[in-house]
């Protein structure tokens, strides 16, 4: 299954909002100010003291200049996250609005892919129309349409075969019985970031009180599953 969430992160490119899986940051984009609302940003660095390099690494906010050790915030919120995510995949609740919002995102999908396929035949009357004219200039132009339309197409046919892989995942409680025993598991990297990106709306950073990670219902809530920029109406 968590072969399918990265393929799934990656397709959707929701990567492009959070950043990459393959980071030591596990709250990469997810930490935000309390006080200026803006994004803790990563910050990496190193210092030499009597011949010996020691190394850093700190979520900081410019804005309202302070920043946090990610040794301490991960110790801090990673047990918290994890206890969280096993105590709710056990929920029915859970469950259900999950499954909900999969039917909702597949109608979406399949009225997308409906569009699209409309859009493409209309395009390929008008290519047939401007070469029986030999207006190459709009035919050029009709070609690059339907260039990327089809690009969308194949990416909307490609979300929709890996929605209902999830779905057959969620009704089979194979989805969330893979995240139960989690707490036992020895988790990379990768595999706590995506934990992370599912479950994780954001955490609120107030300086002088302990770090307060809001946590969502609907773990595919972020997931662009329809291309962005790209209107499928006829």
Known sequence: ILTSMRQL???????????RLDTPFAFLNKLSCAQCHHTL???????????????Y??????????????TEVHEELLP??????QELVCSEHIKTTTIES???????LEENIEN????LDKLASNGSIANEHNDREFALFVEDVQSRYETSLKSLLNSRDILEELYEAVQTNEFFNRFKQILDAQLGE????????????????????PLQPVFRENVFESFQLVPTGQSTES
Request: glycine share 6%; with cysteine.
């Open 9 to 19: 992160m990656t397709d959707t490119k929701l990567q492009q909002e959070f950043g």
């Open 41 to 55: 940003v990563t910050q990496n660095g190193s210092t030499t003291r009597k011949g010996k390099k020691y190394y």
């Open 57 to 70: 690494q700190y979520y900081v906010c410019k804005h309202c200049n302070y920043k946090l050790d990610i």
């Open 80 to 85: 918290k996250v994890l206890k969280h995510v």
């Open 102 to 108: 999969l039917h909702k995102t597949k109608y979406f």
């Open 116 to 119: 699209l396929g409309e859009q």
């Open 190 to 209: 990768p595999e706590k970031r995506l934990i992370i990106l599912y479950f994780i709306d954001k955490v609120i950073v107030h300086q002088d009180r």
